[in-house]
């Protein structure tokens, strides 16, 4: 059935956008849950949301703490409808530019609300043994699982307080919905070749910045995090603008880095191809499947390597472009000449480690250093 849902639009207008009612394809409504075609959108309790075919819920600001509990409860069925709207966009998206659909996803409303109720974040999860962060009392379904939080800032919205509770901000719905693109694509972390119950969810900068791309690309503005962020200077690696001008030299590696400040990198290098190709008049869909599909490149390579070399190749920034040159050559190779022309300014090239990129954007290497991957 199609149902009419109330949600941000996360497009035209700055982030969340603009109030809009939009049609929802529902194959069923369970309570707290809404069943769409490859698609489970639930939230994390017994409370009884979806009694009427009718999706058009006021967002309450969030329902922050001064909200009633009727209004907390508009709220929480605002996020499930919001959530269900833009992971089914994207799920439609990337069926188009892959040419194939992606395995089911289920994604989890005020998920670790009874042991963390201030988390306001989003993460991405496949069972594992352990988690870092947050661990998981079931463990996800094995096809991935993205859990968003209940708590959150109060940030202002037209002058207002609202609660950014993650499922009301398109731009993280969009962020983790491209993990389990990039997970069941590129399997950057060769998460294939482990066991199906112990899986890893750690996430590297290639995986961060796709994911970045990923929400610009549905939401059409490089600022995607101007919301909740908007008190975050504009070129700060934390704002992660998509039109920021950075380069290899701002990059840290190693494990004490922030992977989503390191990945920012790698989204502003996409998104700076995208806009030359876009003024050399080529349709900016085009590239989006270039990229999406040497995502799959990357995850048919190197199957013959031991697991280490081929976690290590993944990593590189200079893969995942090697990848899209190669994808852009089999579809006739005109692309090519603005993408490294753009990457190269960036400070990304093919056959460079990130280390050596990272040296190489600062002036070069200092006498006696040898460079890893
Ligand atoms: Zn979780
Ligand atoms: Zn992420």
Redesign the pocket.
């Known amino acids: 059935m199609i149902l009419t849902a109330r949600v941000w639009s996360g497009r035209g207008h700055p982030p969340p956008g603009r109030l809009e009612e939009v049609p929802l394809r529902v194959e069923r409504l369970e309570g707290g849950a809404l069943l769409l075609p490859g698609l489970t959108v639930r939230h994390d309790g017994d409370e009884e949301l979806f009694e009427r075919a009718d999706l058009r819920f006021d967002p309450r600001r969030g329902g922050g703490p001064t909200a009633t509990p009727e209004h907390r409860r508009d709220a929480l069925a605002f996020g499930v409808v919001n959530t269900a709207h833009h992971l089914s966009r994207a799920l439609a998206r990337a069926t188009e530019l892959l040419g194939r659909p992606l395995p089911p996803l289920v994604a ?1 409303v005020g ?2 609300a009874a042991r963390h109720p201030g988390w306001g974040g989003g ?1 991405y ?1 496949l069972p594992a043994e352990s ?1 870092s962060t ?1 661990p ?1 009392e079931e463990p ?1 379904v094995a096809t991935g ?1 993205i ?1 968003l939080g209940a708590g959150g800032r109060l940030v202002p919205l037209d002058g207002r307080a609202y609660l950014h509770t993650a499922s009301h901000d398109p731009a993280i719905v969009y962020h983790e919905f491209g993990h389990h693109l990039v997970h069941h694509t590129a399997d950057l972390r060769c998460n294939r070749r482990r066991a199906a119950g112990a899986q890893t969810n750690r996430r590297i900068p290639l995986d961060e910045g796709t994911c970045d791309y990923i929400a610009a690309i549905l939401m059409g503005t490089p600022d995607i995090y101007g919301w909740h962020r908007a008190g975050v200077p504009s070129y700060s690696a934390r704002r992660r603008r998509l039109d920021a001008p950075r380069t290899m030299a701002h990059f840290v590696g190693g494990h004490l880095s922030d992977p989503h400040a390191d990945g920012a990198i790698w989204s502003a290098a996409l998104w700076a191809a995208r806009c030359e190709l876009e003024r050399g008049g080529v349709d900016p869909g085009r590239f989006d499947a270039v990229v999406l599909r040497s995502l799959e490149r990357i995850g048919r390579s190197g199957d013959d390597l031991p697991v280490e070399v081929a976690q290590r190749r993944r990593r590189r920034f200079a893969t995942a472009l090697e990848a899209i040159l190669a994808e852009d050559e089999a579809g006739g190779g005109d692309l090519a000449t603005v993408v490294e022309t753009v990457f190269a300014a960036r400070g990304i090239e093919v056959g460079t480690a990130n280390n050596e990129s990272r040296w190489r954007a600062r002036g070069g290497l200092p006498a006696g250093i040898a460079v890893g991957s």
Do not use: D
Request: hydrophobic residues 25%; proline residues 9%; negative net charge.
């Open positions: 989890v998920a670790h993460h999860r988690y947050l998981e996800p699982e859990h």
